[in-house]
């Protein structure tokens, strides 16, 4: 009784602060503003799609990174050739490096002498390029990892710029990260319109001074007036850099009244200002900003101090905008717009509506079901289920996790998972019971005994769900993270918590019989034992049957790809006074006759996908501008609830992490099984998974489900579901087989299928119900997890027992014959053969 209280007093305060840290979440905003800003922080933040905002991903154009680098090793190698007095030809600089034919083949070996001497960096000794000897001259490429430092600079350079634009704005805590190598992740809560937004981060903003060109002047280059068709002939060489420029402020011109940028530059600018105004009266002076002249003033005076005035025909906001960009700097590359993502905060305020009626809708259909078939037993489980909700809430708030849609949907699968062991702690009990031991003695080996198959299929679960994480992005991450989280506190809750609410229901009658009450409507067919294998043959090609339909399905008709895979735009339109045919007709004229338009279902809403027309930068995310502008031209109040954008380079992305994470699954549930069980119970396994996913993807194939990221979600999620009810089996079939050696096979997987039928059945049915809900009432947003989920756990559940099985029977008749062991010994039964021996 002393351990039964320590553990009440550990486990009691583990409880107490994991529902400490989800409290705030609840809170009232008066109440939580009285207590400690450490206690309060530990909230769960929004995902976009629930409060609103937008999502912008930015990908660095480092092309013109690498050509300036091969432009810098041209003018140094060729320089050194010249003094060495070596011929060559003109350079070449390709996508492949820089290559500089040599006249005499004797000087190549001694050009390639040269370029070794320069190959590393002067200040840090890192290499910069490779040289490579040719048949007439020496290819230079640069150095991956010297690339990589170029490119890891730039993109930090690029984020403390964004930062700084975005600051400029005003906008309230906008996050900004780095994503893999080179791509810039900005999300902006409460931004329904990310349009200006987005052109302020995509330009570049680079300022340069330069003088207008003479007749004397040996090297020009021509920019484009910013606002005209003219033209300006300008000295290639930069006068002074836009990097001078310390302060930019709107203004106006006192003569003509026009906006005004008046910029202030730095010591070193102002004093090379001076001198250079000083020097060139009567010259005009061109600025020119991202390869266009914004204007080209003539130097009437010197201009000391360090200031100066840009006029251009600006209006106010061009202005304001341009002052923006000088004040928080030029980027260093270009940046594109290679994904996009609005949701208007009606949406977000809709999917939260959805995601809690639904949840609490499942929850209490797994509440009444427990209650139904064990009673008081079935309430203990509940009360653990609770408590596994405060934990799941408790650690998001604590690791500061965000909390989108999907991962509503995954803490509402958690709670039908989190009750599967619950239900096997409670058979197991009342399998111990039906031998007639005491209650005590029943309790003890029911945990004993499901805690292998419990840690087992969680890990198995862990292993999808992990891959799920790391090649997931965004709201998918969410999901894989809340069910982590959620795997882990509900087998704290079932082994620990569930374990010490029974040991306190049973004090003082723990030598007593222990019965667990409840209608438990397969108990007696579990009893009586059934011939499953039987139908062994007519399972499997039933099976086979169906997975080639679906392979058929895959290709004809196909999937209906969303833009995560296919790329291309897809917005949500809100228009009353427009039909299908207006906007069809508005965008023919705005060349986008290539859109596909739907009606949603209610009055004004429609649904308009535009596919891919260009592998350019940039060039999807102007579709969004374009389409936009369309529709308003026709009906100025028209919104736009949620818009989806994603570039040809993301999609690619996307299908090639998603075809790896299910391989990558397999694979590792492969071997995780190998080891904990034998290799012929990991390919039943696995081949099984495999057939139950090809049934998954034709029925998105039939049903016309829309297949994107949270169905990729789903189909790893039920990777997970479905290999955690055939560990359940497998586990019991294993048991068997070291109890009983000798009983034959067939008979001993028969016998353990019908011990396992009430688990496997109301694990699937609590799992279902939770599920339900969110199938029938959560709308599109959700349809492609839910919807294959519910078929998957009736495919996932049949598969266990009609396909796994007879596999793993003829896989184990084969090894039987080979005179191979069903199991391998265990470390007790190698001790006995091994003190056998002489």
């Keep these: 009784m002393k351990s039964l209280s320590s553990r009440t007093i550990v486990y009691g305060l583990l409880i107490v602060f994991g529902l400490l840290c989800s409290l705030p979440n609840i809170l009232p905003y008066s109440l939580s503003q009285k207590l400690p800003a450490w206690y309060t922080d530990t909230t769960i933040s929004m995902g976009l799609d629930l409060q609103g905002g937008s999502h912008l991903l930015l990908e660095a154009d480092t092309k013109e990174l690498l050509n300036k680098q091969y432009d810098l090793l041209q003018s140094e190698l060729t320089s050194e050739l010249q003094k060495q007095g070596i011929y060559y030809t003109s350079p070449v600089i390709s996508e ?55 490119v890891t600079d730039v993109v930090n350079q690029s984020l403390e710029v964004v930062r700084k634009r975005l600051d400029e704005t005003g906008l309230v805590d906008p996050s900004i990260t780095r994503q893999g190598k080179q791509d810039i992740l900005v999300q902006m809560p409460g931004v329904a319109d990310p349009t200006k937004i987005r052109e302020l981060l995509g330009t570049t903003a680079k300022m340069t001074f330069h003088w207008a060109a003479t007749d004397t002047t040996k090297n020009t280059v021509t920019y484009p007036d910013i606002n005209t068709d003219s033209r300006y002939r300008l000295e290639t060489q930069v006068a002074m850099e836009g990097k001078h420029i310390r302060d930019a402020q709107v203004g106006f011109n006192q003569k003509t009244g026009e906006p005004v940028v008046n910029f202030k530059l730095d010591s070193e600018g102002a004093k090379l200002f001076g001198n250079m105004t000083h020097n060139n009266i009567g010259r005009a002076l061109a600025i020119v900003l991202d390869g266009k002249v914004i204007t080209a003033p003539v130097i009437r005076s010197e201009i000391p101090g360090g200031s100066g005035e840009i006029s251009g025909n600006f209006t106010t906001s061009e202005a304001n905008n341009l002052a923006l960009l000088l004040r928080a700097g030029a980027l260093p590359v270009p940046l594109h717009v290679i994904e996009e993502r609005t949701v208007g905060p009606d949406l977000g305020s809709d999917a939260i509506q959805m995601g ?95 805690y292998t198959t419990i840690l087992d299929s969680n890990l198995t679960t862990l292993i999808a769900v992990s891959l799920l994480f790391m090649f997931g992005t965004g709201p998918v991450q969410g999901f894989a993270v809340t069910i982590g989280i959620g795997l882990v506190t509900s087998m704290f809750t079932a082994v620990a918590v569930t374990r010490l609410l029974m040991e306190w229901s049973i004090r003082g009658k723990e030598k007593q019989p222990l019965k667990i009450n409840g209608f438990n409507f397969l108990d007696r067919l579990s009893d009586k034992g059934i011939n499953f294998l039987r139908g062994r043959y007519a399972g499997l090609t039933t099976s086979a049957i169906l997975s080639i339909a679906a392979v058929v399905l895959f290709f004809q008709p196909g999937l209906k790809y969303g833009v995560d895979f296919t790329g291309g735009t897809l917005v949500e339109v809100h228009a009353t006074d427009l039909s299908v045919e207006q906007i069809r007709n508005t965008l023919g004229t705005h060349h986008l006759s290539d859109a596909l338009i739907q009606e949603t279902g209610k009055a004004g809403d429609f649904l308009v996908r535009l596919p891919v027309t260009s592998t350019d930068p940039g060039a999807t995310s102007q579709q969004v501008n374009d389409l936009k502008e369309a529709v308003l031209t026709i009906q100025p109040d028209a ?114 299928i019908s011990s396992t039928l009430t688990r496997t059945v109301f694990t699937s049915v609590t799992t279902f119900l939770a599920l339900l809900p969110m199938g029938i009432a959560g709308g599109s947003a959700v349809s492609s997890f839910a919807l294959p989920m519910l078929f998957g756990i009736v495919i996932g559940t049949s598969s266990s027992v009609f396909i796994a099985a007879p596999i793993l029977y003829f896989l184990s008749q084969r090894r039987s014959q080979k005179g191979l062991a069903l199991l391998r010994p265990t470390t007790e039964e190698m001790r006995e053969k091994l003190a056998q021996i002489p």
């Excluded at 005499?104 to 002067?122: F, G």
């Design 96 to 150: 492949s490096g820089l290559y500089i034919p040599i006249r005499k083949s004797a000087d190549i070996d001694k050009s390639i002498e040269l370029a070794s001497q320069l190959a590393r960096n002067s200040t840090d000794g890192k290499k910069r390029f490779d040289i490579k000897k040719e048949i007439d001259g020496i290819q230079i490429s640069l150095d991956q990892r010297w690339v990589e430092s170029l």
């Design 356 to 450: 809690l009626t639904t949840g609490l809708l499942g929850a209490a259909m797994v509440v009444i079901f427990m209650l139904g078939i064990y009673g008081r037993w079935g309430l203990i489980a509940c009360t653990g289920l609770a408590i596994n909700v405060g934990l799941i809430f408790g650690a998001l708030g604590l690791l500061g996790a965000t909390l989108t849609l999907p991962g509503i949907a995954g803490i509402i699968l958690t709670i039908g998972m989190a009750v599967d062991a619950n239900i096997l702690i409670n058979e197991r009990i009342r399998e111990e019971s039906k031998r007639g031991k005491a209650a005590w003695k029943a309790l003890r080996e029911g945990f004993d005994k499901a």
């Design 639 to 752: 919104d736009f609830p949620k818009v989806d954008m994603v570039g040809p380079k993301v999609s690619g992305h996307f299908s090639d992490n998603t075809i790896l994470a299910i391989l990558l699954a397999g694979v590792g549930m492969l071997i995780y099984l190998t080891l904990r069980f034998e290799s012929h119970f990991a390919i039943a396994a696995t081949l099984t998974i495999a057939l139950d996913l090809t049934k998954t993807i034709g029925f998105f194939a039939l049903t016309g489900v829309e297949f994107n990221l949270t169905a990729v979600a789903a189909l790893l999620a039920l990777i997970g579901y479905s290999i955690n009810d055939k560990v359940v089996v497998f586990d019991r079939i294993r048991e068997s087989i070291r109890a009983t050696p000798d009983k034959p096979i067939i008979q001993m997987m028969n016998e353990s």
